[in-house]
């Protein structure tokens, strides 16, 4: 995908929106029954699903930076690339914690572990751009704040 032009890259921006629109328009379907009463099933597992919807927003919202950044940056920030492979990755395991809830905590496991890794690789990363970030943000309202025009009178 290295090189697409930014209209190459709205289809891709877009597929991301359908495929969360739809998953949460799934999920209220299934926690929703037809007369309104929340399913017994699911109130057991309600925190569960709480995090799973939070857990899709992280991995669509990393999906679309990327995308954003490969678009207006020229190359793709690969933290952003990283997170929606964590939690993308996280998504189907939380799903799996409902219905075989030992596998599913055998690979929560394995995820914490995976998190951890990936962690202590990008450590140094994540300092150098959150640092980046800071120093941009600084400069941006130092001008902001430099940017004195001079008042301008009405017509009257």
Same mark, same amino acid.
């Given at each position: 995908m290295r090189g697409l032009t930014r209209r190459q890259t709205s289809p891709i921006i877009a597929q991301v929106y359908i495929f969360y629109i739809t998953t949460l328009g799934v999920l209220l379907q299934v926690i929703f029954r037809e007369n309104n009463d929340v399913s017994p099933v699911l109130e057991k597992y309600k925190v569960i699903i709480s995090i799973f919807i939070v857990v899709i927003t992280i991995h669509v919202g990393a999906v679309i930076l990327g995308e954003i950044f490969r678009i207006w940056i020229g190359n793709g920030i @690969? +933290? @952003? %690339?990283? +997170? @929606?492979?964590? =939690?993308?990755?996280?998504?189907? +395991?939380?799903l799996l914690l409902i219905l075989l809830p030992i596998f599913g905590w055998v690979l929560? %496991? =394995?995820?914490?572990?995976?998190? !951890?890794?990936? !962690?202590?690789?990008?450590?140094q #990363?994540?300092?150098? =751009?959150?640092? #980046?970030?800071?120093?941009?943000?600084?400069?941006?309202?130092?001008?902001?704040?430099?940017?004195? @025009?001079?008042? #301008?009178?009405?017509? +009257?």
């Amino acid at each position: 995908m290295r090189g697409l032009t930014r209209r190459q890259t709205s289809p891709i921006i877009a597929q991301v929106y359908i495929f969360y629109i739809t998953t949460l328009g799934v999920l209220l379907q299934v926690i929703f029954r037809e007369n309104n009463d929340v399913s017994p099933v699911l109130e057991k597992y309600k925190v569960i699903i709480s995090i799973f919807i939070v857990v899709i927003t992280i991995h669509v919202g990393a999906v679309i930076l990327g995308e954003i950044f490969r678009i207006w940056i020229g190359n793709g920030i @690969s +933290i @952003s %690339g990283v +997170i @929606s492979l964590l =939690f993308g990755f996280l998504a189907p +395991i939380l799903l799996l914690l409902i219905l075989l809830p030992i596998f599913g905590w055998v690979l929560l %496991g =394995f995820w914490f572990l995976l998190l !951890a890794k990936v !962690a202590w690789d990008y450590k140094q #990363q994540c300092h150098h =751009f959150l640092g #980046q970030l800071l120093v941009r943000a600084l400069h941006a309202f130092e001008r902001l704040m430099n940017h004195t @025009s001079a008042p #301008q009178e009405l017509p +009257i």
